[in-house]
């Protein structure tokens, strides 16, 4: 089993920033892969970043540029730097965390981007 626990998340004005962070816990070995999703009111949850076991990043185009993913392994966490947040990045934000069994989640954290 793997928990993880967000954190992070809040309310902040457009052009703003926030950081938010899993940490990890359990059997953390045996996870390939970490990445942040998020879901919007009335919209399907989306893959926002995804760092691998190898340090490789993906990002979906709409964060290229404003968003990065990073991860510090001595502390079992990954964080989701946001920069120049935008109203349509307001969105229930989910860690995700990939082993070859299954997929783990974490409770989510509210990121809510107005003026």
């Known amino acids: 089993q793997v928990q993880l626990v967000e954190s992070g998340g809040g309310l902040v004005q457009p052009g703003g920033s926030l950081r938010l962070s899993c940490a990890a816990s359990?059997?953390?070995?045996?996870?390939?892969?970490m990445g942040w999703y998020r879901q919007a009111p009335g919209k399907q949850r989306e893959l926002v970043a995804v760092?691998?076991?190898?340090?490789?990043?993906n990002y979906v185009d709409s964060v290229k540029g404003r968003f990065t993913i990073s991860r510090d392994n001595a502390k079992n966490t990954v964080y989701l730097q946001m920069n120049s947040l935008a109203p349509e990045d307001t969105a229930v934000y989910y860690c995700?965390?990939?082993?070859?069994?299954?997929?783990?989640w974490g409770q989510g954290t509210q990121v809510t981007v107005s003026s």
């Open positions: 995700n965390a990939a082993t070859l069994s299954r997929q783990y």
């Open positions: 359990g059997r953390i070995g045996s996870i390939y892969a």
């Open positions: 760092i691998d076991s190898g340090g490789s990043t």
